[in-house]
């Protein structure tokens, strides 16, 4: 299987997987929704040790919408998000998928559940015969 990757927006971080993501899914939590800048989150559930980056991201920790800590990477220079980790998934990153540099990878890795439905915004329509989760831990 070739390489996945990705970038943030200038291109002074960029990242590589070594296979393929272990889930996707959809997060309407307030966090998504913030480092997105839109109404809900793509992530790509990914093994640690099939990661790898170039450049220097900028880390911003913080109590996630699951109660637990999370560590944001991102560009300090664009602002980009990229990935987020956090103890409670040990060898595990969140990575945010919209900026993934080949469109057909997001196209193959569509969704299979949603997460925080209940914070979905009334006009999203959910994903047809993906997992729905009202809260993280249900």
């Not at 913030?34 to 920790?61: C, D, L, Q």
Request: charged share 15%.
């Amino acid at each position: 299987m070739p390489n996945i990757t990705g970038q943030c927006l200038c291109g002074n971080i960029k990242y590589t997987i070594a296979g393929k993501p272990l889930a996707a899914a959809l997060c309407h939590c307030n966090d998504c929704r913030r480092i997105s800048g839109s109404a809900f989150g793509y992530n790509w559930v990914v093994p640690t040790n099939i990661f790898s980056f170039t450049g220097e991201p900028k880390s911003y920790t913080t109590i996630a919408n699951s109660g637990n800590p999370a560590t944001s990477h991102f560009c300090g220079n664009c602002g980009v998000t990229l990935w987020r980790e956090g103890k409670a998934s040990p060898g595990l990153l969140y990575l945010k998928a919209g900026a993934l540099d080949d469109r057909q990878d997001q196209v193959s890795n569509q969704p299979a559940a949603e997460l925080f439905t209940s914070r979905r915004l009334d006009w999203v329509a959910h994903i047809p015969g993906a997992h729905q989760k009202k809260e993280m831990n249900e």
